[in-house]
């Protein structure tokens, strides 16, 4: 069984620049995650869909950050403008219907200069 | 709030020596407990789950962790470390809905 996969997995752009990260989750995953990891801190999470619904986006800073998961499959995460606190690591996690674990993506390591 | 502590950010080992890493968490009521390693550069893996039942649960690798309602605390414990156990740890709550809150982690490394 494939995993999560995540692309790219470096990006270093210059703050006010835009970025997108994208997701393809396990396939037949229903619910999928978007979590920051900054230097140093536990993942906390952004953004959670169930299928191509939102279920709890309350810690997206919703000013610059936007995420879709069109056709309940894969998602994008943007962000636009950068800043340089936006630098940290970007982990997209799908979980099945009937089970409580998460499985992660290796991640995508934002640098904001 | 729901909230979990790892009160240790680093913890050095000798190889073969026991490990214990201690967590803590704040809810009302009995939430999922998960503990996570992750390497450098990978992600996060699953090393054991907590919903119910037995107080003391099996994970992968030879680690365990034993739930303490009283304690509100999720330690995880190996009887004797590998240098390939060296990573960073990770515990989480689940409350409910699926979101997980991490703590901020523990930092292991593991001495020849």
């Known amino acids: 069984e494939a995993g999560v996969a995540q692309s790219p997995r470096y990006k270093i752009i210059e703050k006010r620049q835009s970025v997108a990260f994208w997701c393809n989750p396990i396939?037949?995953?229903?619910?999928l995650y978007w979590y920051q990891q900054i230097l140093g801190q536990g993942p906390k999470l952004l953004i959670q869909?169930?299928?191509?619904?939102?279920?709890?986006d309350s810690q997206l800073p919703k000013d610059r950050f936007s995420a879709e998961r069109l056709k309940g499959v894969d998602s994008t995460l943007k962000i636009q403008p950068a800043k340089l606190e936006d630098s940290a690591v970007y982990l997209c996690?799908?979980?099945?219907?009937?089970?409580?674990?998460?499985?992660f993506g290796p991640g995508t390591r934002l640098t904001v200069l | 709030a729901q909230s979990v502590t790892q009160p240790d950010i680093h913890i050095t080992v000798s190889e073969g020596a026991s490990l214990e890493l201690r967590c803590n968490y704040s809810?009302?009521?009995?939430?999922?407990l998960f503990w996570y390693v992750q390497s450098p550069g990978q992600g996060l893996q699953l090393l054991l789950k907590?919903?119910?039942?037995?107080?003391l649960v099996q994970g992968i690798k030879g680690f365990e962790a034993e739930f303490k309602r009283s304690q509100s605390s999720f330690n995880l414990r190996k009887p004797s470390v590998h240098w390939s156990d060296a990573a960073e740890y990770f515990c989480?709550?689940?409350?409910?809905?699926?979101?997980?809150?991490f703590g901020q982690g523990t930092e292991l490394s593991v001495k020849p």
């Open positions: 996690a799908s979980r099945p219907t009937l089970n409580n674990e998460q499985f």
């Open positions: 396939s037949g995953h229903a619910t």
């Open positions: 869909f169930q299928n191509n619904g939102v279920v709890d």
């Open positions: 809810y009302g009521a009995t939430p999922y």
């Open positions: 907590y919903f119910s039942g037995d107080t």
């Open positions: 989480a709550v689940e409350p409910q809905g699926g979101k997980l809150i």
